[in-house]
């Protein structure tokens, strides 16, 4: 019944149900059909539903994009795979310049129901052009949604609700979640596109999406030792912006902390901090405060990423800080760091 | 007008040396799979050890003064150039005194001394740019020739058609060097390219002359980018070469990876069979240009710089954490 598996079983999982439930679905993406199968999120689909609807493709992300949108535009509902972000940057004017408008400029009289799943990279080397975060530039653009499960649940759910949306919808998943474990529900279903209580609290809110929840997640659990009960809402999808649920947990906290796998100006945490401080300013008790990366490129070497990316222990700190209280170090926070930043558990040797 | 003076002639000297830097390349790539268990190497590194020929062949014929660029897998192409081994090994360890100051990586080698002008990982990336330093190079009217290597997947990028058409227009002195290793990852050339596709029919629509070689014959590719420097020469503009050969390792990382199914082991067999070092040290020795004991001794000439290396390497520094966040803006 409570059935656990990976995060990147719960994409298999959902990317099958979808393609046997209906069979307008597909599959494109570079390495799709091969050995590791995208870090194991499409094994075995070419087997079952052969490779057309499971193809591999030139390395032409733009001009392929384009072909995933005619197809779409005629009742097909492709999903593109990349193994990074940073791959799909090549394919901005067919998404944003045609995904993302043909509804609207064409007065409604057509759909491009397009899934396109991005990889975030991150530590081992990965650098400047193999670990970026982008949801913020996606979000900016009018008529893409923007997906970001955190969890194995909404990995599938959001899949399922990607691929049977009529919209462009831009899924973004960290390849450090991919070997994370969950409860996932054996049947298809769908994940609302809209945010999740992850946490219950009364004192501070904590905004956040992706990896960054399951470090806020550590973090909430530290607070509530030192008595202070967070309420942690887990964003799951950036575009449309869940704004109740958010502007509810302030209504009960007054205290906004953001915390955003990605660098902070005009980004994610922005956003949300302008529509909080828009309407909910007077339930504000604090000013509202955000994690984020700095404003620069990834760095490579391990000793560079090792101080680049915040921890569960900033996290700890600045709500700490928010609520008036002193600093505390990780020892006596009790957090202990298992493995160096730059890997995702102690199993991860590279060279990927 | 502009003279681009290159190209020596083949004699003994020449094809000693083009086999001393096959066997250089071969020697360092091996030593980084042997050391990359260590797990003090923590980025991807794309070694190019079985495609030596093509990086080494091209670059005898350039002169300090050409640009080079390269991709993922520029291992080769970095030390062809004459760039640093040192600051090349120091910036896979991360290390300060790497020559991207650790802020790189593998995938993002650079020796401005040696004009070798930089390694990007994004498939075809660095191509338009390397167009633009022979559109800089006329600009200022400097005598220099730009070479950019890239594999058979970066073909089929749009930005591959649109440098050549740009290299065309303006008969830029650049030569494009695609490596034919028949795979992007796991993905065989049949899966991405027709069969009917015929990379010289479309470069030559684009106005740009080319020819195909062989890969795994150092001189033959010695012989082919001498010609693509004589047409830059005479003022003709670009050139595209495009050379067959194998990668023997997995795509990324130190390992073989056969054991996957997606390459099948005879044609494994056979391209190893055909090692390019192997093969011009056979011929050298045919030809009595060289002895047993002159390659041993290269072998140890090499040995002791690359153990050399890796000391400096290993006991560099690690960059200072707050360098993480400088040099963002010029
Ligand atoms: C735009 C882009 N798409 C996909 C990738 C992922 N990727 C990295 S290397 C590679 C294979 C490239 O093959 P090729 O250019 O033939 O060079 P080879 O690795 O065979 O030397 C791919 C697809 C990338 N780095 N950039």
């Known amino acids: 019944m409570d059935r656990i598996i990976t995060y990147a079983q719960a994409i298999l999982e959902a990317t099958e149900q979808c393609m046997a439930a209906d069979s307008s679905v597909y599959i494109m993406g570079l390495g799709v059909p091969d050995p590791k199968g995208i870090f194991g999120t499409t094994l075995g689909l070419k087997e079952k539903f052969g490779d057309n609807r499971v193809c591999d493709m030139p390395v032409s992300e733009n001009g392929m994009t384009g072909v995933a949108i005619g197809s779409a535009i005629v009742g097909m509902r492709p999903i593109m795979t990349h193994q990074r972000v940073d791959f799909m940057l090549l394919s901005l004017d067919q998404i944003i310049n045609n995904a993302a408008k043909w509804h609207y400029m064409f007065g409604g009289k057509m759909k491009v129901p397009l899934t396109i799943r991005l990889l975030v990279g991150r530590g081992w080397g990965q650098g400047p052009q193999h670990s970026q975060s982008l949801q913020a530039l996606f979000a900016h653009i009018p008529g893409l949604k923007v997906v970001m499960p955190a969890t194995p649940y909404d990995a599938k759910g959001l899949m399922v609700a990607a691929v049977e949306d009529d919209n462009p919808v831009i899924y973004i998943e960290h390849r450090w979640l991919h070997g994370t474990f969950g409860y996932v529900p054996e049947e298809k279903y769908a994940s609302t596109m809209g945010a999740r209580l992850m946490r219950v609290g009364t004192d501070l809110t904590i905004v956040s999406s992706s990896l960054m929840t399951l470090e806020a997640l550590k973090a909430a659990n530290v607070l509530s030792e030192q008595g202070i009960e967070v309420e942690l809402v887990d964003l799951r999808t950036i575009k449309p912006l869940d704004e109740k649920t958010v502007l509810d947990s302030i209504d009960k906290t007054g205290r906004l902390l953001v915390v955003d796998g990605a660098w902070q100006s005009f980004g994610v945490s922005a956003e949300i901090m302008a529509m909080v401080s828009e309407k909910a300013f007077d339930s504000l008790k604090c000013a509202p405060k955000r994690i984020a990366f700095a404003d620069v490129p990834t760095p490579t070497s391990f000793a560079l990423t090792n101080h680049y990316y915040p921890r569960a222990i900033d996290i700890v700190n600045t709500a700490r800080k928010m609520l008036k209280m002193s600093e505390v170090t990780e020892e006596e926070a009790g957090i202990c760091h298992q493995a160096p930043l730059d890997v995702p558990d102690l199993s991860f040797t590279g060279p990927f | 007008m502009t003279i681009w003076n290159k190209g020596k002639p083949i004699d003994m000297e020449l094809k000693k040396k083009m086999y001393f830097d096959m066997l250089r390349i071969r020697m360092v790539e091996e030593a980084i799979a042997k050391h990359y268990s260590e797990q003090e190497m923590r980025c991807p590194v794309h070694l190019c050890i079985g495609q030596e020929a093509v990086a080494v062949g091209v670059c005898a014929n350039l002169s300090k003064e050409d640009y080079v660029m390269s991709n993922h897998r520029s291992h080769g192409h970095y030390l ?82 649109e440098s050549l058409n740009f290299a065309s227009l303006k008969k830029l002195p650049i030569v494009f060097i695609c490596e034919n290793n028949f795979y992007s990852v796991y993905s065989p050339l049949f899966v991405r390219q027709p069969p009917e596709r015929d990379n010289l029919s ?129």
């Open chain 2, 80 to 161: 062809a150039k004459g760039g640093n081994l040192k600051a090349m090994l120091a910036e896979i360890y991360g290390k300060a005194t790497g020559c991207s100051k650790g802020k790189g990586g593998s995938m993002h080698l650079v020796d401005l001394s040696a004009n070798f002008v930089g390694a990007t990982p994004i498939v075809s990336s660095s191509i338009p740019v390397a167009v633009g330093l022979a559109f800089g190079t006329i600009l200022k009217e400097k005598r220099s020739i730009t070479a950019v290597f890239f594999g058979d997947a970066a073909t089929e990028e749009g930005v591959f058609c």
């Open chain 2, 202 to 330: 479309i470069v030559r629509a684009y106005g740009v002359a080319g020819e195909k070689g062989d890969g795994n014959d150092v001189l033959d590719v010695y012989t082919l980018a001498q010609r693509a420097i004589a047409h830059i020469n005479q003022g003709l503009g670009p050139y595209y070469l495009q050379f067959d050969t194998y990668r023997w390792r997995e795509h990324c990382g130190p390992n073989y990876d056969n054991d996957l199914g997606y390459r099948a082991e005879d044609e494994f067999t056979t391209w190893q069979g055909r090692c390019p070092i192997k093969h011009i040290e056979e011929s050298l020795k045919n030809e009595g240009i060289i002895s047993d004991s002159e390659v041993k001794e290269m072998v140890k000439r090499i040995h002791e710089e690359i153990s050399e290396a890796f000391d400096f390497a290993k006991s560099s520094p690690f960059p200072d954490p707050k360098s993480a966040f400088a040099e963002v803006y010029a």
